[in-house]
Nanobody, 123 residues
C-alpha cells in the first residue's frame, strides 16, 4: 500500500522560505510522476508543481514559477518542495501526490495522496 507523508509546513513571515518533504513508502517511488498541490480555505485544490520519474523534468504553475523548486531523491524515496519569497497568497494545505500516468495538472490523474501539511504565511 502506497503511503505518502508530508512534513515541513509551518508559520512563516512574508518573504520567508520553507522546505516541504514527502516521504513515500510501500511503492517503487521512481515509477511515479510526483506533484505538489495546495488547497486554501474555501477554495478548490490547485496544482503547484510536478516532476518526472527521473527528476529530469519539472513543471510549475505560473503563480509559483521562479519562487518554488520541486525536486526528488529516488534513493531516499522522498519528494521536496523548496518555497522561497513566500507571500500570504501561498497560505494553504500542501499535498504531495503520485501518478502512474503522465502526471498532468489535474488532481484526477493522481491515485495516491498524502494527508497534507499546513503552510501559513503571515506577519
Amino acid at each position: 500500500q502506497v503511503q505518502l507523508v508530508e512534513s515541513g509546513g509551518g508559520l512563516v513571515q512574508p518573504g520567508g522560505s520553507l522546505r516541504l518533504s514527502c516521504a513515500a513508502a510501500g511503492c517503487t517511488f521512481s515509477s511515479y510522476v510526483m506533484s505538489w498541490f495546495r488547497q486554501a480555505p474555501g477554495k478548490e485544490r490547485k496544482f503547484v508543481a510536478a516532476i518526472s520519474r527521473s527528476g529530469g523534468s519539472t513543471y510549475y504553475a505560473d503563480s509559483v514559477k521562479g519562487r518554488f523548486t520541486i525536486s526528488r531523491d529516488n534513493a531516499k524515496n522522498t519528494l521536496y518542495l523548496q518555497m522561497n519569497s513566500l507571500n500570504p497568497e501561498d497560505t494553504a494545505v500542501y499535498y504531495c501526490a503520485a501518478s502512474t500516468g503522465s502526471g498532468s495538472t489535474s488532481q484526477y490523474d493522481y491515485s495516491h495522496w498524502g494527508q497534507g501539511t499546513q503552510v501559513t504565511v503571515s506577519s
